[in-house]
Every structure is written in structure tokens, then in C-alpha cells.
């Protein structure tokens, strides 16, 4: 127990930090990487799990509540090994782009090739 508590008094705090995200500018870079190091496949199998969870999480944060603000948004992820979502970054304010990070929070979208593992929700009404 002491060794224990001695490591983690001797260990390096910027260590812990340097290797996780802390905000949507450093997330998102690493989800456009992991993204495209994904082929084939399971490329297809990636979209269409992205697809299916902002298919139900757009009908969970609109359903009897009407839209007004159109404006694109991102909402990056962070997913374990299970492919369940760890955290969440987003650009946009909308009150959609608000509900929709919320809604993937603790959802799995798919098992990805490594942990962690960076994927991004980017929305665009006009593209």
C-alpha cells in the first residue's frame, strides 16, 4: 500500500494529463486520425453505427421540441475497448449540438480497432 501511494506521489502529473484530451481542439485531430485508420469493412461498419446513433439521438433531442438554430456542430467521442463512449468534446452551441453530446454519453457505438479510440459526429444542414 505504500509503494503504491509512494508511486503515485512520485508520478508526473503532466504524464497523466499529456496523453488525454482536454479540450475539442485537441480531441478532434485525434478523431480525423483514428477514423481514417480504419479501412474496408469495417469502415462501412464504423459509419453505419455513427449513422444509427445520430439517427436516434436526433429523434431523442427533437422529438415535440421544434428547431430553430440549423447550425453545423461536431460532437467528438472518446470510445473504450468495449466501444462504449467514455467522453465527449463538442463545437457548437445549438441546443441540439447541447442534447445530442448528452444523448451519446455512456452509448456504445462499436468496437473499435484500439482503446482509446477518437470518432467525431460532425453535422451540417446545409452540406
Same mark, same amino acid.
Given at each position: 500500500? @505504500? =509503494? /503504491?501511494?509512494? &508511486? /503515485? ?6 504524464? *497523466?494529463?499529456?496523453? #488525454? ?5 485537441? *480531441?478532434? %485531430? ?11 469493412? *469495417?469502415?462501412? #461498419? =464504423? ?5 444509427? +446513433? /445520430? ?10 421540441? %421544434? ?11 472518446? +470510445?473504450? &475497448?468495449?466501444?462504449?463512449? @467514455? ?7 445549438? %441546443?441540439?449540438?447541447?442534447? /445530442? ?11 473499435? %480497432? ?14
Amino acid at each position: 500500500m @505504500q =509503494m /503504491l501511494l509512494a &508511486a /503515485l506521489l512520485l508520478a508526473d502529473p503532466q504524464s *497523466a494529463s499529456a496523453t #488525454a484530451p482536454l479540450d475539442y481542439a485537441d *480531441a478532434k %485531430p485525434l478523431a480525423t486520425r483514428d477514423e481514417a485508420s480504419v479501412t474496408g469493412a *469495417a469502415h462501412a #461498419a =464504423m459509419l453505419a453505427a455513427q449513422q444509427a +446513433l /445520430l439517427d436516434a439521438g436526433v429523434v431523442e433531442c427533437s422529438l415535440g421540441k %421544434p428547431q430553430k438554430d440549423f447550425s453545423a456542430f461536431t460532437v467528438v467521442m472518446q +470510445l473504450d &475497448a468495449d466501444g462504449r463512449v @467514455q467522453q465527449t468534446w463538442r463545437q457548437g452551441s445549438s %441546443p441540439l449540438a447541447i442534447c /445530442l453530446q448528452r444523448y451519446v454519453r455512456d452509448k456504445r457505438v462499436f468496437v473499435p %480497432p484500439q482503446a482509446p479510440f477518437y470518432t467525431a459526429l460532425e453535422i451540417s444542414f446545409t452540406k
